[in-house]
């Protein structure tokens, strides 16, 4: 019965913080609309078929069934005009100021509500993942062996960025456009810098040849007759690599057993302080077609909570700088091997928030900044259909001092709204078919949440399947 209570709350508190950063972007519009005089026809939530609606004012307010988005009805917005239906062909179009100051409306709040959360997170703390950048098992005879890089030392730099865990280790690692990268690691109290040169995944991005100290576990073997138990894997035993991949926690091997199903795939673990090479065929999980091993993981993910949290300028300027380094890495793809298809959809978001929700309220939070930053930002792109691209007709309106052609308008919106309909069901297809893993975690999570000091090392304990 406590699971039904925890899936109800994780499903309306996701709803409810999902449901808020499109609730203030779309009152962004309506009310700087309402401020310019513009006639309002609708303010929605949502997409789709109406859950429920009501007339105010002459004003239709509904919730709607898809949660990926809204809508604000202007008929004096052409855009919204053709997408949303005509309005009254009697009332003028608005002039392009006024188009402008309502489409900027939208990504303006949600920054400000991004500022926001990130005022509560400064006073309520962040939880924060303690996995230090410390160096684990260094291959005898490897190039990085060779340069006297030794187990216990620490990396305080990758590609000339400072470093702390190996998260953003492999973050750095993935995002950089070449190869080979400057690594500065501390030694005995002294610091060198090498070149290093990071290896290529089979299965996509690229990762350096460097080993940490934490693992991910394996807290309980789950199906006797399953892959890993045939592999000969037994409780306790550490994740080292995956299919060739060093892996720091059990995202990061569900992401690739989801990419290895049915194909057999080498597992470096560690048992009793040795190493073994175990090789497991991933197989579908009956019921939900997922990709597993039969396995629950060990509980050894510890989060120690920062408090006060980082400031809100802090925060924000974190997720201005993951999201022009994600563009970054979109638009140099041949060099880093991130493409679209690693993007996430309406379904992912809201399984990562859940996820976050589930582990730490004010995880959640943090990833609300996120979230919201990276609404305004998407909006601010020059396409119609999105405010940038209001913004930019509007432009081009005032400049050449009369309308744009309504049939020009039609068609660059039509098509690039069937264009956006497809790329968002393209990388949801992707959430839901390869990326099942997420919306596991949605419901179960294996952190641990300290206060105050770093806890000592801790027996595993049994986190979710997979």
Same mark, same amino acid.
């Given at each position: 019965m406590s699971q039904v209570f925890n899936i109800l709350y994780v499903a309306i508190v996701v709803l409810l913080l999902f449901g808020a950063s499109i609730f203030v972007h779309e009152w962004g519009h309506y009310w700087i609309a309402r401020k310019r005089g513009l006639k309002v026809e609708g303010f929605a939530i949502g997409f789709g078929p109406k859950v429920f609606s009501w007339v105010s004012d002459g004003i239709e307010y509904s919730l709607r069934w898809i949660p990926a988005g809204g809508f604000v009805k202007l008929p004096q917005m052409i855009t919204s005009q053709q997408l949303e239906g005509t309005g009254d062909a009697n009332i003028p179009p608005a002039p392009p100021f006024s188009k402008i100051l309502v489409a900027i409306a939208g990504p303006v709040m949600n920054v400000i509500f991004a500022f926001a959360v990130a005022g509560i997170i400064y006073f309520v703390g962040l939880p924060e993942p303690v996995n230090p950048s410390v160096i684990g098992y260094v291959e005898p005879g490897s190039a990085e062996a060779k340069l006297g890089i030794q187990e216990g030392?620490?990396?305080?730099?990758v590609d000339d960025k400072p470093v702390n865990s190996w998260e953003q280790i492999r973050e750095i690692t993935i995002f950089a456009r070449t190869n080979v990268?400057?690594?500065?690691?501390?030694?005995e109290s002294k610091t060198n810098t090498y070149q290093l040169t990071a290896q290529i995944s089979e299965i996509g991005g690229k990762f350096l040849n460097l080993d940490p100290q934490q693992?991910?576990?394996?807290?309980?073997?789950?199906?006797?007759?399953?892959?890993?138990a045939k592999a000969g894997f037994k409780e306790g035993d550490e994740f080292i690599t995956f299919a060739g991949v060093p892996v720091v926690n059990p995202t990061q091997v569900?992401?690739?057993i989801h990419k290895r199903l049915n194909e057999a795939t080498e597992a470096v673990v560690k048992r009793d302080g040795k190493l073994l090479t175990l090789t497991v065929t991933p197989t579908a999980q009956a019921g939900t077609k997922e990709a597993h091993i039969g396995i629950m993981w060990g509980e050894n993910l510890v989060y120690i909570v920062r408090k006060p949290g980082p400031s809100p300028i802090e925060q924000i300027s974190t997720v201005w700088r993951r999201t022009i380094d994600t563009f970054g890495a979109?638009?140099?793809?041949?060099?880093?091997g991130v493409?679209?298809?690693?993007?996430?959809?309406?379904?992912?978001?809201?399984?990562?928030?859940?996820?976050?929700? &589930?582990?730490?309220?004010?995880?959640?939070?943090?990833?609300?900044?996120?979230? &919201?930053?990276?609404?305004?930002?998407? &909006?601010?792109?020059?396409?119609?259909?999105?405010?940038?691209?209001?913004?930019?007709?509007?432009?081009?309106?005032k400049i050449r001092r009369r309308p744009l052609s309504v049939r020009f308008?039609?068609?660059?919106?039509?098509?690039?709204?069937?264009?956006?309909?497809s790329f968002m069901l393209f990388v949801s297809f992707n959430d839901v078919t390869k990326r099942f893993g997420i919306f596991r975690a949605m419901f179960h999570h294996g952190a641990k949440i300290e206060q105050q000091a770093q806890p000592e090392p801790q027996q595993p304990k049994t986190a979710p399947a997979h």
């Open positions: 030392d620490r990396i305080v730099a990268m400057p690594v500065t690691i501390v030694h693992h991910p576990s394996v807290g309980k073997i789950t199906e006797p007759d399953g892959p890993a569900r992401d690739i979109l638009f140099h793809s041949k060099e880093t493409s679209v298809k690693d993007l996430s959809g309406p379904p992912g978001i809201l399984a990562m928030l859940a996820a976050q929700v &589930n582990t730490d309220f004010r995880l959640a939070l943090s990833f609300l900044v996120l979230l &919201n930053i990276n609404l305004a930002i998407l &909006n601010m792109l020059p396409i119609p259909v999105l405010d940038g691209g209001h913004i930019l007709m509007a432009i081009i309106e308008v039609e068609y660059t919106t039509t098509a690039f709204a069937v264009l956006l309909i």
